[in-house]
């Protein structure tokens, strides 16, 4: 939820504006409502902001003649105050002859009261947004104190919400000063030179070595040095980490969208997150858990915290937890978690599972969960992210950069990682089903095979996509593990295609959904393998007759082999066989690249669809 990108280098380089811009471009994908740069040049402040995506700032610079600077700072805007128009675009001016420039990330909540104080004081407002109060107020500080730092620090102490925020100063021509609460920041560290962003990706280019900063911290740079400080001035330190993947990762590497990029990157995101799981016994070994094996062998109940396609994973992952564990799983949706009074207390593992590591939803529930002294563990795809840091321990997806606003690859890796700390539980516990740990990660193992042989046989599915672009509802039916694949399936339909889409238990139909089904309405099915337990592959082929007998058009989703669905399929997809705990790794892929087709084929932007960002940073 907005990009903000920072960059101070050697006046001689010049280079400031391309820095940030390409900075902004990899960011977009955070929100392009609007974007903005503002350059530090000659004693003052220039730049340009403009509604709507990049391009548009980028025409609009491409027109102007800007002075070379060595110092700027960019955002890319999803917009929560005032709508997406170039005078709520950032940055945000304040100061006598506009030295000041400021840009935001997050929601000053206190922003009205703050307001109608400048408001008092004679200060001129120029947008609607809740960031202008800032730039004002840091300003004004500046003036006062003569130092940038020391002016955001008197600033973020009276501000009340979540927030990054960044200014430039004309007369403090080789700093960015930047300051966060609730939301994230990482600091690239170069050789004479320093950056800023909202993650790694925007200075990914030009150096891997970044520095993770803390809650209610300040971070000065300048080409040459950094320094941390907290809110109270006291001085702190960030925690260095090296970046594991390079700019080519979060490039589209000859596809023509990151989302297709990234469907083809799933063979690697279970693989990369199986790797290095267990000891030469076969036996799994967490080594990034930082809660002992005592207190995790003394949980008796598990919530999972996500949102979205993540709260998806971790209803998929619920199934199999509890077959392996015998522990009770719940899964909450993450802003729903502090508002039901959940039953928590020290022996409750609270499970949050986040791609970005910084939606807000989730670390609100994460915090809350550590009030009521529950254990909290992080499955998290972003090193250096907010979720993983206030958490008791982390399981890192190892998934890559994931870029495309709908998730993907960030799901199977969810899954995995899910899988792989069920098993570890039920390890630990040495209980009913501990010794099948090693074939089920056997089992896994063979997965991103699968994948890579069903992502060769998509151009069917690529076909009925582009066939049904006028389709005004498709419905998705999965049962036991299939149910949560048939909200991911419907989720990704209505986000890239504006589609009306809703999954159902496939159970649940004859409760009320069948009363949708008339003639021609079509219906993606995901068949249990035969294998499955409790008879549930035929209870589903007779889901199929049932909504058939009734006009659907059924888009069967089952495994290699499975002659029974044939007979009642308009169209069968097939998935390779997989035990039945693991089939969901395969089923949601032909869903993806049906919506990844359906969307490309009306024309739609399915890396940035409409009104969504990648990382939702505000409640
Ligand atoms: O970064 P997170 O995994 O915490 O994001 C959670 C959801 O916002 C995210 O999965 C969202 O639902 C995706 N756009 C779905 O494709």
């Known amino acids: 939820m907005c990009g903000i990108v920072g960059y101070v280098g050697p006046n001689a380089d010049d280079k400031a504006l391309g820095v940030v811009m390409e900075g902004l471009a990899r960011l977009e994908y955070r929100g392009y409502d609007s974007a903005g740069v503002a350059l530090v040049a000659d004693g003052e402040v220039v730049g340009d902001k403009k509604a709507g995506k990049l391009e548009n700032l980028r025409a609009a610079l491409e027109a102007r003649d800007l002075p070379p600077s060595a110092t700027a700072i960019g955002h890319t805007r999803w917009a929560t105050h005032g709508g997406p128009t170039d005078a709520n675009a950032h940055p945000h ?283 909290t563990i992080s499955i998290c795809n972003t090193h250096g992210s907010t979720i993983p840091r206030e958490s008791d321990a982390v399981l890192y997806t190892h998934a890559g950069p994931e870029i495309a606003v709908a998730s993907t690859k960030a799901f199977v890796a969810q899954i995995t990682a899910c899988y792989v700390l069920g098993l570890y539980l039920s390890q630990l516990r040495g209980k009913q089903y501990a010794d099948d740990a090693k074939n089920v990660m056997a089992e896994l193992a063979e997965i991103p095979e699968k994948i890579e042989t069903l992502l060769g046989s998509m151009d069917r599915v690529a076909e009925i996509a582009r066939f049904m672009a006028d389709s005004r509802a498709v419905l998705f039916l999965g049962r036991n593990v299939g149910y949560p694949i048939a909200l991911e399936g419907a989720l990704k339909l209505k986000e890239l295609a504006y589609i009306h889409a809703e999954g159902f238990a496939a159970g649940e139909l004859k409760h009320g959904p069948i009363a949708l089904i008339e003639p021609g309405q079509p219906v993606f099915v995901i068949v249990p393998g035969p294998d499955t337990p409790h008879d549930l592959h035929k209870k589903v082929v007779s889901n199929i007759q049932e909504i058939r007998a009734r006009g659907a058009r059924t888009l069967v989703i089952a495994e290699e082999g499975d002659e029974d669905v044939v007979a009642f399929a308009d169209e069968v997809i097939r998935v390779p066989q997989a035990p039945p705990l693991l089939e969901p790794l395969l089923t949601v892929i032909p869903l993806q690249v049906f919506a990844l087709h359906l969307a490309t084929a009306k024309g739609l932007d399915v890396d940035q669809p409409r009104n969504l960002a990648k990382s939702v940073t505000v409640e």
């Open 93 to 375: 001016r304040g100061g006598t002859d506009n030295k000041l420039a400021v840009v935001h990330n997050g929601i000053i909540e206190n922003f009205h009261a703050l307001k109608n104080e400048l408001l008092e004081q004679g200060v001129e407002f120029r947008s609607e947004t809740d960031t202008e109060v800032s730039a004002h107020l840091v300003a004004r500080a500046f003036e006062e104190a003569g130092d940038l730092t020391e002016a955001m620090r008197q600033v973020v102490n009276r501000l009340e919400g979540a927030f990054t925020l960044l200014a430039v100063h004309a007369d403090a021509p080789d700093t960015v000063v930047a300051a966060r609460r609730n939301s994230p920041l990482v600091v690239g560290l170069g050789e004479g030179e320093n950056f800023l962003g909202s993650d790694v990706a925007a200075f990914i280019g030009y150096t891997r070595n970044a520095l993770e900063l803390a809650q209610d911290q300040i971070v000065t740079i300048t080409p040459t040095s950094h320094e941390v400080i907290n809110f109270d001035g006291s001085p702190a330190e960030g925690k260095a980490y090296e970046v594991t993947w390079d700019a080519a990762a979060a490039e589209k590497g000859g596809y023509d969208t990151f989302m297709e990029k990234e469907i083809h990157d799933q063979p690697h995101a279970v693989r990369d997150t199986l790797l290095g799981r267990t000891d030469e016994t076969g036996r799994l070994v967490l080594d990034e858990l930082r809660i002992s094996e005592e207190q995790l062998s003394g949980i008796n109940r598990i919530y999972v915290v996500a949102c979205g396609t993540a709260a998806y994973a971790g209803m998929t992952a619920k199934y199999a937890i509890e077959h392996w564990t015998r522990i009770p799983v719940e899964v909450s949706l993450a802003h729903e978690f502090r508002y039901c009074d959940p039953i928590v207390d020290e022996r409750t593992l609270v499970v949050s599972i986040s791609q970005s590591g910084e939606t807000m939803d989730t670390l609100m529930a994460v915090k809350h969960a550590n009030e009521l002294g529950a254990l």
